[in-house]
């Protein structure tokens, strides 16, 4: 039996170096999640504005065309759930901190990433971030291994290429994703709206809201209890999507925004319909490109930021 187990041992550990070799090769790929997470801390004590939300902001808000240092911490799929975690993660530390700035989604408060077909990125959010959600298991390989997580064929793939990959790619220093204007006419129509519309509505669960409400309140509040502002936005979408959303979703989204409002002394700046942005402003049916993003950034900046007691 002891010399099974050492022949064993001698043909395991060539397997658990390579294994180890593609684990320390896999992490160095820069993606959205590391990429964003050196930047953040890099500029922690300077960032005066910070933008949560999913990838309308991540797309659509480009602090750059803020009068005051601002970052945006917005992600693909990002649920408030990981809003508040990333927030509170680094408040105590932004010593500089004046203002953050929510993105509140059609769907935004019916929804957990880990419900959806992108529950995958609950595993990124672990990784690198350090914040695992509460509904994963922790036998899970996926939170351990990135060579589980990226799936060895994947992984293979990338070896082949000597690892020279880079996910994060047009991430900006200021954590702002610039897409442009090169296909956005293929991406907009009535029936690709209807759909994106359709697929936001299957990320409602109504048995997640309470969940989510709390979640959110608990954000405010303790951004309150920091005496940072909390300023909520819900960025501009175009009719061919706007008008296949449901109308009751839409109303108690807002109710239950005005209602933290008025309790916690916030504002709300609602642009869904928002009349001043055009087809050439986005690059899809809800999400701005380049040039929309330089547009809303302006107006964020000049409705909201220039507001904000320095």
């Not at 933008?51 to 408030?80: D, R």
């Not at 690709?192 to 936001?200: D, L, P, Q, S, Y």
């Not at 109303?251 to 239950?256: C, E, G």
């Amino acid at each position: 039996m002891v010399q099974l187990f050492k022949k064993a041992l001698i043909l395991l550990i060539p397997v658990l170096l390579l294994m180890a070799f593609f684990e320390y090769e896999l992490r160095k790929i820069p993606n959205l999640y590391n990429t964003k997470r050196a930047s953040l801390e890099n500029q922690l004590d300077s960032i005066s504005v910070l933008v949560l939300g999913n990838s309308q902001t991540l797309l659509g808000v480009n602090p750059e065309y803020f009068s005051m240092k601002g970052f945006t911490l917005s992600n693909m799929s990002q649920s408030i759930f990981y809003d508040k975690e990333l927030c509170l993660k680094y408040i105590d530390r932004m010593k500089s901190l004046k203002c953050v700035i929510i993105n509140i989604s059609y769907f935004s408060l019916w929804h957990q990433l880990h419900d959806d077909k992108e529950g995958w990125r609950d595993y990124f959010y672990s990784q690198f971030w350090d914040i695992r959600y509460p509904e994963l298991k922790w036998h899970d390989s996926k939170l351990y291994s990135l060579l589980m997580l990226y799936t060895p064929q994947e992984s293979v793939g990338y070896a082949a290429h000597f690892f020279n990959e880079d996910f994060s790619q047009n991430l900006n220093r200021n954590g702002w994703l610039g897409y442009d204007t090169l296909q956005n006419n293929v991406f907009i129509s009535d029936s690709a709206g209807k759909e994106r519309a359709e697929f936001h509505d299957g990320l409602c669960w109504p048995s997640r809201y309470d969940e989510i409400y709390s979640t959110l309140e608990t954000l405010v509040d303790e951004c309150r209890k920091q005496q940072v502002e909390v300023v909520f936005i819900t960025t501009p979408v175009l009719p061919t999507y706007y008008k296949f959303i449901d109308r009751e979703i839409e109303r108690k989204n807002t109710l239950a925004i005005n209602g933290l409002c008025n309790k916690y002394s916030c504002k709300y700046f609602n642009y869904f319909r928002d009349d001043r942005f055009t087809e050439k402003d986005f690059y899809d049916n809800d999400h701005l490109n380049f040039i929309g993003a330089e547009k809303f950034s302006g107006i964020i900046n000049d409705e909201i930021i220039s507001e904000i007691k320095r």
